[in-house]
């Protein structure tokens, strides 16, 4: 199937005004893979969100800053010796666990620290005997990484009974220490946020007139939050239709994700303006299917990934291929962040409380960049460090 797309500004509002779609509350409910939420019958009604569109075009306008100084911590303990840190991950196919994981081993040979990370796979199974294998291997630390702690909790409680520190990356919904499941901290931005400003982008994008599709993995809690509050800030503007919510896990995202984008291509045709997914991993599976549809990379539908910004995004975004827009994870700071909040629970201190600014990376404002952190955090906790 062959759709002829303009991506010209003009043309390209007119062409998104002249498919609007009206949001009822219908929209948000039972439109999971496989059911219909009413989104192939023609549908009339007010045109746009005025209000809700000023309001995320300015926020938009704020997150595609570049030039963000450092906002996090300049005071802390002096690094400790001699530690040793597990990075158990959730797949290392994930481009966001691989930046943290990476980001953990950087900052952990400036402490002179060891790092071992284990690769639980992406299933149940494997991430359990990842833990287990961590667990015995009696670290200083361990990294839960991007995984839910309640899927390990005997191994959590080992851990915990032998005085192995937990920290967690994207492990619960929240930001900052943990009790159930206990966690000394879990490193991440705040989720509300990013869920956000993805959905403003889209209303931002479309002058508040859009056919959404989401993609999301539900076997993940927190890429099940991400996109339950994606779908509540899309429902803040009535011209928003999210015609599907398709849930594909991750570790399927390869065999899967081409084949579900060429049924919704089918499905929907130009009715579908735009795609957000929990993780940008999914444009790049999606790829082929809308290059054999003949889709053009510079879109429609446009995509914007709400999670991680790893460097084959921001390739994708740069080249207009496939992916309008990103918010990436600062992933390499989340690492340095990881050991340093270490460092603060082996020296007996609090966690620092920094969460990460969220930021919107566009052709605009990332031509040539592979990564987003803000700048100066290296030299940051160096310094804490005395190092």
Known sequence: MHRTRKAAPAVRTARLASCALLATAAALTGCERGSSDGADETATGPSGCPAVHTRAREAV?????TDIPWGGPTGGPEAVSGKTLVFVAQTMTNPGVAGAANGVRDAARTMGWDVR???????????????????????????????DPDSTAQQAARAGAQGIELIGWHAVPEPGPSRRPDLFTNVTTRVQDVARISAQWIISDSDGRAGVVLITDASIPFARNKSDLIREELASCQGVRLLSVENIPIPDASSRTPRE???????????????????????????????????????????????????????????????AATVPEPLSLQGWQIVDEFNRAFSG??????????HIATARNSEGASTWDPSGYREAYRKIWGK
């Open 349 to 358: 201190r609090p966690d620092s409380g920094y969460v990460a600014p969220v």
């Open 117 to 147: 990370v284990i690769d639980g796979g992406g299933t149940p199974a494997g991430i359990q005997a990842a833990m287990s294998e961590a667990v015995a291997l009696r670290p200083s630390g361990i990294v839960i990484g991007g995984f």
């Open 61 to 65: 306008t704020r997150a595609e800053q």
């Open 261 to 323: 984008i060429s049924s919704l291509l089918s499905r929907f045709q130009d009715r579908w303006t735009h795609s957000v997914a929990i993780n940008d991993l999914y444009f790049a599976d999606a790829a082929p299917a809308f290059r054999a549809a003949g889709e053009k990379g510079s879109g429609p539908p446009y995509n914007i990934g709400a999670g991680d910004g790893d460097p084959s995004a921001f390739q994708r975004v740069n080249n207009e291929q496939y992916q």
